[in-house]
């Protein structure tokens, strides 16, 4: 979509926050000094996978950056190093906020040609930072390390039947570690969490020529393990000056999936349509909760689950003119439950200081949505959406006027 300097015009915002919120539907949660979360119709996590370019100019702090980039006909390269080390930011209220942090981040990048129209790309990415402060979290960052590598193939144009063929692979490691040793209260108990995270993934596509249509099948899968816990170091307690708990008891997640679109483009009508199959699986090792005296106030040991999930959309474009578009499509979306929502054990994750416990037997979450546009020219005037029936699964009417 094109923005002309029309479109462009100043406002008094508070935020990156305040930003995302003047738009229909949308939210932004800050978390951290560099950190919103978009919220989208109520969804986020697992449920949006939302990037933002941008930036703003309303933080104390340093950075710096040094990279080398070069490359012949059939390799390219990147090597590069960040370093920042950001205070704390002033709100628009004048409120100073506590949200310092200090990070450096180190990435390469490698791209070979090692075939006409084949590419492999692969990239390795290490973060490390430190006394990272939340503002609305009873706990900061003392330091987080995450190595981040990928490899990508792009095979482009290979004869009149395939269009192009795409895998990706990717591999996470995160070691994490929070306490509260700066806040008011850590005179009487010194929390320190520490959770180690690992993902492992990858996806694989084919796009194919069907006459005037285009079909394209693939596959993904990902692997998330989680294992974490917390010492409580209570210093008012002579009888009792450490405590234990986990956070998470050796919980993963299996996601495989199997997808399809078929895209159909006409004089007056394209249409398309699509649909998935998910085969998910958890399981995490009992989920327990002891109180000072070492009894279970909280024990789950039934923690394992598997769910065949089915997903399907289609959709039309009428063009009336060549201005005048009428746009509908209806889906069904179903997602199961994150790791998150599982296995987690009575921790503080969401907007609130409140600590979550998992449920491992939730179900499956379904979504039915309905959208009816009208398009003049391409440009998006107004975006509304409607709840039309909710007996635990969610409907929406989305109606779209472009005028």
């Not at 002033?90 to 070979?112: C, E, R």
């Amino acid at each position: 979509e094109n923005i002309d300097i029309h479109t462009v015009q100043k406002s008094n915002l508070q935020g990156v926050g305040d930003l995302l919120r003047n738009v229909a539907n949308i939210s932004g949660v800050r978390k951290g000094a560099l950190g919103i979360d978009p919220v989208l119709r109520g969804f986020k996590y697992s449920q949006l996978n939302v990037q933002i370019i941008g930036g703003q100019t309303n933080h104390s702090g340093l950075k710096a950056k040094l990279g080398v980039t070069g490359g012949s006909r059939k390799v390219t390269y990147k090597v590069s190093g960040s370093w920042k080390k950001y205070g704390d930011y002033k709100d628009g209220n004048g409120n100073w906020v506590p949200a310092s942090l200090q990070q450096q981040v180190y990435t390469t990048n490698l791209g070979f040609k090692i075939a006409k129209k084949h590419v492999v790309y692969a990239e390795a990415n290490i973060e490390q930072g430190k006394n990272v402060d939340f503002p609305t979290l009873p706990m900061d960052e003392r330091k987080d390390n995450t190595k981040i590598y990928s490899l990508n193939y792009l095979g482009n144009n290979l004869g009149n039947t395939i269009n192009f063929i795409r895998f990706k692979a990717y591999y996470t490691d995160v070691h994490h570690e929070m306490d509260n040793k700066n806040r008011s209260f850590s005179d009487t108990i010194v929390t320190v969490s520490k959770i180690h995270a690992l993902t492992l993934g990858g996806k694989l596509g084919v796009n194919i020529n069907v006459g005037k249509a285009r079909l394209e099948v693939g596959s993904d899968y990902e692997n998330i393990k989680k294992d974490g816990e917390r010492k409580k170091f209570l210093i008012m307690q002579a009888m009792l000056p450490q405590k234990k708990e986990d956070l998470w008891h050796n919980a993963q997640v299996n996601n495989l999936g199997l997808f399809t679109e078929y895209n159909h483009p006409g004089i007056a009508i394209d249409w398309v349509v699509a649909a998935r199959l998910d085969f998910n699986t958890a399981f995490s090792d009992p989920l327990r909760r002891n109180n000072m005296g070492g009894d279970a106030v909280y024990f789950n040991d039934s923690t394992t689950s598997k769910y065949l999930n089915i997903s399907f959309s289609g959709g039309l474009t009428w063009h009336m003119s060549k201005q005048n578009d009428f746009v509908v499509s209806l889906g069904r979306g179903a997602r199961s439950p994150d790791i998150t929502e599982r296995f987690i054990i009575l921790l503080p994750i969401g907007y609130d200081p409140y600590d979550y416990l998992g449920n491992p037997q939730l179900k499956p979450e379904i979504n039915h949505e309905l959208d009816i546009g009208y398009r003049y020219n391409g440009r998006n005037i107004i975006g509304t959406n409607y709840p039309l029936y909710e007996p635990g699964r969610i409907f929406y009417a989305n109606l779209i006027f472009n005028l």
